[in-house]
């Protein structure tokens, strides 16, 4: 599986911005995925997963109520809804497939797209 993540640019704070995250096959549904983030100088880190039927979904205590993980199987894209957006949320981000029992945890995941940076100015 191949994830491309696309959709990163730069935005003020409190404006919005979504991206994406095409996947290079038709097993895209079967898949349960993530969107982490890296920051300069820091540790990649879970932002939100989603269940491979798009049922279930898991945010960062960080993003919750700001941030909207859904998907579309007919199109194999995961996306990132980002509202209110912070300077602190500046960062690569990056999509992937979950492999493992923990949805949060950088080791369970594999297949990890390029990124898309987003940079929050204040």
């Known amino acids: 599986v191949q994830l491309q993540a696309s959709g990163g640019g730069l935005v003020q704070a409190g404006g919005s911005l979504r991206v994406s995250c095409a996947a290079s096959t038709r097993t895209f549904r079967s898949y349960d995925l993530g969107w982490f983030r890296q920051a300069p100088g820091k540790e990649r880190e879970f932002v939100a997963a989603i269940s491979w039927s798009g049922a279930s979904t898991y945010y960062a205590d960080s993003v919750k109520g700001r941030f909207t993980i859904s998907r579309d199987n007919a199109k194999s894209t995961v996306y990132l809804q980002m509202n209110s957006l912070k300077p602190e949320d500046t960062a690569v981000y990056y999509c992937?497939?979950?492999?493992?029992?923990?949805?949060?945890?950088?080791?369970?995941?594999?297949?990890w797209g390029q990124g898309t940076l987003v940079t929050v100015s204040s």
């Open positions: 992937a497939v979950r492999v493992g029992s923990t949805s949060t945890q950088v080791m369970n995941y594999q297949n």
